[in-house]
């Protein structure tokens, strides 16, 4: 998204506003982490200080770290929405199947939507989107971040931490980055945004029970396979996969796949730093599994998701081998 590209979309985005006679809701996916959350809080501010009425809600609930650093920041959170508006701006998602809560409402021809997401491929929501503001910058809360500086507005210091916090959650505190994140992060400084409290707040995400429990099964239950030199473990559990895959990253793996869910499917992969760097994206597999399985999917070079409304028999197998084939026609020449 070059400068002059913003520019652009800003001008739309301005005359979108001129025409807005409703309130907005500013909403994020389900189990929102906090990326999401600072987006969501940050695109607000910028719609409020442009004199239009909004409503943030998460439907979809948020993530326990999430909580955290809202709690520490002074936010409150609501999982309601006002039923009437059909106006709705997306943050750091564009597959309808990541908050199927109000996948109806996204969907029905009255709605207006905007998205701004970092994840690809992108989704159908983004397709059906007005405006979308769309780049692989490494979280979406450097979009947002982006915005609110080119309109020259100026934020609180409890919103400029929060915004912090999104990027060093996503940034993995900062071992991806790239111009446009240092920026953003400069800037939110610059307002008065609390480093030392964002980065407490994303480290007192202690396992709860059941946390524990997924990561210890998934460990378990994991089938670990050697294509082309690298190691791909895959497993199964019932929740928490995406703490589960991260796990078997840790422990080795050079791509970990958790599949999930009971009713819906659900499948968190993840991709060592050494194979981004073969050209291995998660977030390339994840849309080549859901159109495998007539599912949702996406993400970045290192971590990504797949959902599919139910979760049938033999599904796993087809994502495995989905896996195994990517794997084999990325590296195998190369090795």
Known sequence: MEKIDLQEKLMKLENILENLREE????????????????????????????VPVSVCFPGGVSKVAKNILKRAGFEWSEECPPQSNIFILCDFSNPLLLQQ???????????????????????????????????????????????????????????????????????K????????????????????????????LSEDAMD?????????????????????????????????????????????????????????????RVSDELQKLGVSAGELAGLIAEKISGEGGGHEGAAGVKRVRYEKGTARLVFLAAVDYISRKLCKKT
């Not at 809701?25 to 910028?46: E, R």
């Not at 503001?133 to 609110?148: D, G, H, N, R, Y």
Request: charged share 20%; hydrophobic share 45%; proline share 3%.
């Open 174 to 201: 900062l071992q991806y980055v790239s111009v446009k994140t240092l920026q953003a992060l400069l800037w939110l400084l610059q307002m008065g945004g609390d480093y030392k409290l964002a980065h407490e707040s």
């Open 24 to 51: 907005v809701i500013v909403t994020s996916h389900v189990n929102c982490d906090p990326d999401g959350v600072a987006c969501s809080y940050l695109m607000a501010d910028f719609f409020r200080k442009k004199g």
């Open 102 to 172: 109000l996948a109806e409402r996204l969907l029905t021809p009255g709605s207006r939507i905007i998205v701004i997401d970092h994840h690809f491929p992108p989704g159908l929501l983004a397709e059906k989107a007005a405006l979308s503001f769309i780049e692989k910058e490494p979280s979406s809360t450097v979009l947002a971040t982006k915005i609110l500086m080119e309109s020259g507005l100026i934020i609180t210091k409890h919103l400029a931490t929060l915004g912090i916090a999104g990027i060093l959650y996503d940034t993995r």
């Open 209 to 269: 029970r059941s946390e524990k429990i997924a990561r210890i099964k998934g460990l378990l239950r994991s089938s670990v396979i050697e294509v082309c030199g690298y190691i791909l473990a895959f497993t199964e559990v019932s929740t928490n996969e995406a703490s589960v895959s991260r796990l078997l990253i840790s422990a080795g793996a050079d791509i970990a796949i958790a599949i999930g869910g009971k009713r819906e499917f659900r499948a968190s992969i």
